[in-house]
């Protein structure tokens, strides 16, 4: 599988009901586990003080991360993403963790 850097970034409509982005919150942390427990969400990450997420996903190629993966997210209709494929540096210090 292939590694991505994701960022998203969620904005719901002007007045939309309350009890609904609720409802879509609850069932987005309900499929993020599944999607962890598959192998999909590696890491997630919200920077301190913005209301934006960066996680580590992997999938088969960018395509399957979109169609199959992050478009299965509940709060998917009102993100926008940034998606980076990312590979190992061979400098990186957890690498050779990895590879071991």
Same mark, same amino acid.
Do not use: C, Y
């Given at each position: 599988?292939? #590694?991505f850097?994701? =960022?998203? +970034?969620t %904005?719901?409509?002007?007045?939309m /009901?309350? $009890? =609904? @982005?609720?409802?879509l +919150?609850?069932? &987005? $942390?309900v499929r993020?586990? &599944?999607?962890?427990?598959a192998?999909?969400?590696v890491r997630l990450?919200r920077?301190?003080? #913005?209301?934006?997420? @960066?996680?580590l996903w +992997?999938?088969?190629?960018?395509?399957e991360?979109h &169609?199959?993966?992050l478009?299965t997210l509940?709060?998917?209709?009102?993100? %926008?993403d940034r @998606? %980076?494929?990312? $590979?190992?540096?061979p400098n /990186?210090?957890?690498?050779? #963790?990895? #590879?071991a």
């Amino acid at each position: 599988m292939k #590694e991505f850097l994701v =960022e998203l +970034r969620t %904005t719901f409509p002007e007045g939309m /009901d309350q $009890a =609904e @982005i609720d409802r879509l +919150r609850a069932a &987005e $942390a309900v499929r993020a586990r &599944e999607l962890a427990a598959a192998g999909h969400l590696v890491r997630l990450w919200r920077p301190v003080g #913005e209301m934006r997420s @960066i996680g580590l996903w +992997r999938a088969a190629d960018e395509a399957e991360l979109h &169609e199959k993966v992050l478009g299965t997210l509940p709060l998917h209709p009102f993100m %926008t993403d940034r @998606i %980076t494929a990312v $590979a190992p540096h061979p400098n /990186d210090p957890g690498r050779a #963790e990895s #590879e071991a």
